[in-house]
């Protein structure tokens, strides 16, 4: 097999589909992710971000397809609580300066394992998250060192619909993007 040839690419789209059909929970970072990872700040100190509907879709429809999802970001904002509480986000962390504390609760709770979990990231505070769960996801425009941590990287740049292409690879590894497809068309 050559490096970067055929046999490669399908050695690591089958890794990639044995890694998705387990998962049971997606968490999300938020800026360069969800978001582009810009924040507008106006005159009265008030953070903004861009959020894209399309990856606001992948969340409902993860969730409609029975798979968890769940929010951990290290700032606080009120737009993003905004934006949790409008896709129904139940497993929101805000604030979080090492992940793997609500992450170890959520699996507690859950009753999962590292297995069974995606995560997506972009930035290097994600590493430790990433290292750690079944499905490392990294969004195209993340740094080298989430990339090459990632079993999956988007074609999609972080706020552009790479939580969506994410959410869609995962249900329909899991053969549940027609099922979902019949429930909204």
């Known amino acids: 097999m050559q490096p970067g040839g055929a046999d490669a690419v399908a050695a690591c789209q089958e890794i990639r589909m044995d890694k998705a059909r387990n998962v049971k929970l997606v968490i999300l970072d938020v800026d360069g992710v969800m978001s582009d990872g810009r924040i507008v700040i106006d005159d009265n100190g008030v953070e903004q971000r861009n959020f894209d509907i399309k990856d606001g879709f992948a969340v409902v429809a993860l969730q409609m397809s029975g798979i968890d999802v769940a929010i951990i970001t290290s700032k606080k904002s ?4 905004h934006r949790a509480e409008e ?16 992450y170890e609760q959520m699996l507690a709770e859950m009753g999962i394992t590292d297995e069974q979990v995606a995560y997506v990231g972009d930035d290097l505070v994600d590493l430790s ?6 499905l490392p996801i990294a969004v195209a425009d993340a740094v080298d060192e989430v990339r090459s941590a990632a079993a999956y990287v988007t074609k999609a740049r972080g706020g552009y619909g790479a939580v969506r292409e994410a959410a869609e690879m995962i249900l329909k590894t899991q053969g549940k993007w027609e099922a979902l497809l019949s429930k909204i068309a």
């Open 78 to 81: 009120g737009s993003v609580r």
């Open 87 to 102: 896709l129904k986000i139940k497993r929101f962390h805000e604030g979080i300066k090492k992940k793997t504390e609500p």
């Open 129 to 134: 998250m990433m290292k750690r769960v079944g």
